[in-house]
């Protein structure tokens, strides 16, 4: 109700919102006429090429996927890993979600991951990993709440591999902790998949090529895109934003 009133309200002249797609779209039909600027929401593709470091890659999806339990508009949504890597590559993961992910009180130093917001996230996570399992994912880690502690909105830090692009996970935004991996052929099936997505946001690739990361770059449409350094990594002081048509500004391009 207040929002809709700030909206639409002659007082108002201009508008900024983050939020979903479809509450986005909502403020723009109250707001039209205004001046906007909208943020709303990604999968946060990462791709690992068959010549990434896979040591920083993995660490890079660690904090993609579960900084903030995965609640973050850039978080790591969609991970594509070249099949030649896969094995390797999810080896890794793996065992650094089960070494370095604490559930716990989030005032409690040695915690690394707290709960979701609510109840709504958390049964997101439900229905994505259920949903994916349904259609034939596999569970590598975690996939469910978590129990012992004060609520039932701690959720394990999830794993999936075997993610295919009818799944929910893979076409809709979770927000909650997950890393649901896609095998991917080369980088042309990467690019078609992250640019098929109504997701525009911001995108990440591992190469130790930057010639080929910077192609990527240049034909990912996507507003922002880091090169070996993940999504959940942001110099606030540039333009941030979602899809653009022509090529990536040097300013929107992070490479480590």
């Given amino acids: 109700m207040v929002g809709d009133e700030i909206a639409g309200n002659p007082g108002v002249a201009a508008i900024g919102f983050v939020g979903s797609v479809e509450a986005g779209r909502m403020v723009a039909t109250r707001a039209a006429g205004k001046d906007l600027l909208l943020e709303m929401g990604g999968n946060g593709p990462l791709v690992v090429l068959d010549d990434a470091d896979l040591d920083a890659a993995v660490a890079a999806t660690l904090t993609a996927c579960f900084l903030n339990a995965g609640q973050s508009c850039t978080a790591g949504e969609r991970i594509l890993v070249q099949e030649s890597v896969h094995d390797a590559y999810l080896e890794r993961l793996a065992?650094?979600?089960?070494?370095?992910?604490?559930?716990?009180?989030?005032?409690?130093?040695?915690?690394?991951?707290?709960?979701?917001?609510n109840e709504a996230t958390a049964a997101k996570m439900d229905r994505h990993v259920g949903d994916a399992v349904a259609h034939g994912a596999r569970v590598v880690a975690g996939g469910r709440r978590a129990a012992g502690l004060p609520t039932s909105l701690y959720y394990e830090a999830t794993v999936l591999d075997g993610v295919t692009e009818e799944m929910e996970v893979a076409r809709e935004e979770t927000f909650g902790p997950i890393a649901p991996i896609t095998v991917i052929g080369d980088e042309a099936e990467a690019?078609?998949?992250v640019n098929e997505s109504p997701y525009g946001l911001l995108a990440a690739v591992f190469t130790r090529d930057l010639g080929r990361g910077l192609r990527f770059a240049e034909a990912v449409r996507t507003g922002w895109v880091n090169i070996n350094e993940g999504t959940n990594y942001w110099e606030s002081h540039l333009p941030f934003g979602g899809r653009a048509g022509g090529p990536l500004p040097a300013s929107r391009l992070l490479v480590r």
């Avoid at 065992?95 to 917001?117: E, H, K």
């Fill in 95 to 117: 065992a650094a979600v089960a070494r370095g992910i604490r559930l716990g009180d989030p005032m409690d130093d040695s915690t690394t991951m707290g709960p979701v917001n």
């Fill in 191 to 193: 690019l078609r998949i």
